[in-house]
């Protein structure tokens, strides 16, 4: 008893004897006087209930009345009935005369006369015989039903079939739903509730006013159950994945690199012909990537890169490479498609400095056409960096790489020669969890065939991480769906705040 407010032991005065009962409504409980809010009853019947004196229940109840079209059919009469009268006093009506005497309302009044009975026969509206008193006492319903709604002012049991036939006419009927909320004592609360006699004020927070004057003296103070339950409150934060996208930037822009991004649409000859791929490769198809029909191609800006990237793909140009000996098509390079790399990003800024030392990155939206599974996603976040450098070697590579995943978080990485298509020598990044060997990002430096069409003579380090791939290391989760499905309950587990510092 000394633990309860002065607000709880009001509250269970005012639910005495509704133990077993329905309960009563919270909204009847605010009178202005005892209780002036919903906000105060429920907040007292809440921690009441944790202590297993009251019981809260809650209904759905659906308030059912004329909307502004069940309105207007209530003074004018429904189409239908309109058009019935018609087809009744002439035998039939042809559809063009209809239309042209009902108006606008017309179609309306055909589609649910016909639902009552009435038939189309070669373009003539008519009622069946011996039918025409059934199709009449459809109508009827209706507007007695429009009747009893508009009358109503107390709970009424409605023919439900009736109800659902009219929902789905837009704007007859208006639906509001309501929770309604009733609270009734349990048996330990009725006991409670007999106790109590009289209710005195307390004071549930020392003031400076109460120390400084001494009135604390004379004040009842409430009494607390630091072991009580308290709800767990969630503060607001970021999504895992932008919060780990922020902290990647921070490094790259600690590290003196700069962000670019040139654009979800691109075309096929800066994310497939800039960087080597023959137009033949399997990445093409559309089983892989994603074309578009509207624009479905995009011109490349300069005539210059297109003839360089021919000559390399049809014989290598002066690099000394063989390149892929076919006939270089522009209609091929000129598709456009949702850009499956973000490689697209950084092939684009060289071309546009060639001569320049550059230090770029992006963390951008990639698509691919994939099948969903725990580890495929048909869009997804990829993460890019280059190092444009004279005299940068496989060495710096390794150490930027070091570097950089050191600060997110893998301080123990390793790395592995490898093969990928943009870059030669390549290599792949790992690292140790939990005693498992795991894949981070792959590296290189980029090929001649990739640089050489645009004039770039320095070195290009380049490597690429998957932004989702980090949240599955770092905060445990088991797939990409996962981490895109934004359920609370996932969202809020212990992992996921603690993020990284």
């Known amino acids: 008893m000394e633990e309860l407010s002065a607000l709880e032991k009001k509250l269970l005065i005012a639910l005495r004897g509704t133990e077993g009962g329905p309960g009563i409504e919270v909204e009847t409980l605010v009178d202005g006087k005892t209780f002036s809010s919903i906000q105060e009853v429920m907040n007292a019947a809440s921690w009441l209930k944790t202590r297993d004196l009251v019981e809260i229940s809650e209904k759905a109840v659906r308030f059912v009345g004329l909307g502004a079209e069940g309105k207007r059919y209530l003074e004018e009469g429904l189409p239908e009935r309109q058009l019935f009268e018609v087809c009744k006093r002439e035998g039939k009506i042809g559809m063009a005369e209809a239309k042209e005497l009902l108006g606008e309302s017309f179609g309306i009044a055909l589609m649910h006369l016909k639902n009552a009975g009435a038939v189309v026969d070669g373009g003539t509206i008519k009622l069946p015989a011996g039918e025409v008193g059934e199709i009449e006492a459809k109508i009827r319903e209706r507007e007695e039903f429009l009747k009893v709604l508009a009358e109503m002012k107390e709970e009424t049991i409605l023919d439900r079939n009736l109800l659902n036939y009219l929902l789905k006419r837009k704007n007859v009927l208006a639906v509001k739903e309501k929770v309604v909320r009733k609270l009734a004592l349990t048996e330990n609360g009725a006991a409670v509730a007999a106790g109590i006699s009289a209710i005195e004020e307390e004071v549930s927070q020392l003031t400076p006013e109460l120390i400084q004057t001494g009135k604390w003296r004379d004040t009842k103070l409430r009494k607390y159950d630091v072991t009580r339950y308290?709800?767990?409150?969630?503060?607001?934060?970021?999504?895992p994945l932008n919060q780990i996208a922020s902290q990647v930037r921070k490094i790259f822009l600690s590290m003196g690199f700069t962000e670019i991004d040139y654009g979800i649409v691109?075309?096929?000859?800066?994310?497939?012909?800039?960087?080597?791929?023959?137009?033949?490769?399997?990445?093409?198809?559309?089983?892989?990537?994603?074309?578009?029909?509207?624009p479905e191609k995009m011109a490349v800006e300069n005539?210059?890169?297109?003839?360089?990237?021919k000559q390399m793909h049809e014989n290598g140009g002066d690099t000394g490479s063989e390149g892929w000996g076919y006939r270089w098509s522009r209609d091929e390079a000129e598709k456009t498609l949702l850009r499956t790399h973000t490689t697209v990003n950084t092939i684009r800024f060289l071309a546009e400095h060639p001569d320049e030392d550059a230090k770029v990155f992006s963390i951008a939206r990639v698509f691919r056409n994939e099948n969903v599974d725990a580890t495929h996603l048909p869009e997804f976040m990829q993460i890019e960096g280059i190092v444009v450098e004279e005299g940068a070697s496989l060495a710096m590579l390794i150490g930027v790489l070091r570097e950089f995943y050191k600060r997110i978080g893998f301080p123990n990485v390793r790395f592995h020669p490898s093969y990928f298509p943009f870059t030669e020598p390549s290599l792949e990044v790992y690292t140790v969890l939990d005693g498992k060997t795991l894949e981070l990002g792959g590296a290189g430096i980029f090929r001649p065939e990739v640089t050489a069409p645009f004039g770039v003579k320095k070195r290009v380090l380049a490597w690429g991480l998957g932004l989702e791939r980090l949240a599955m290391l770092k905060y445990g989760f088991e797939s990409l769906p996962e981490i895109y499905s934004n359920r609370l309950e996932v969202l809020r587990r212990p992992y996921a705040a603690k993020f990284w510092r």
């Open 303 to 309: 005539e210059e890169w297109v003839e360089a990237v």
């Open 266 to 294: 691109q075309n096929a000859f800066w994310n497939m012909d800039a960087l080597f791929v023959p137009q033949d490769h399997p990445a093409r198809d559309m089983q892989d990537t994603f074309y578009l029909a509207f």
């Open 230 to 239: 308290a709800p767990r409150v969630y503060g607001g934060r970021e999504h």
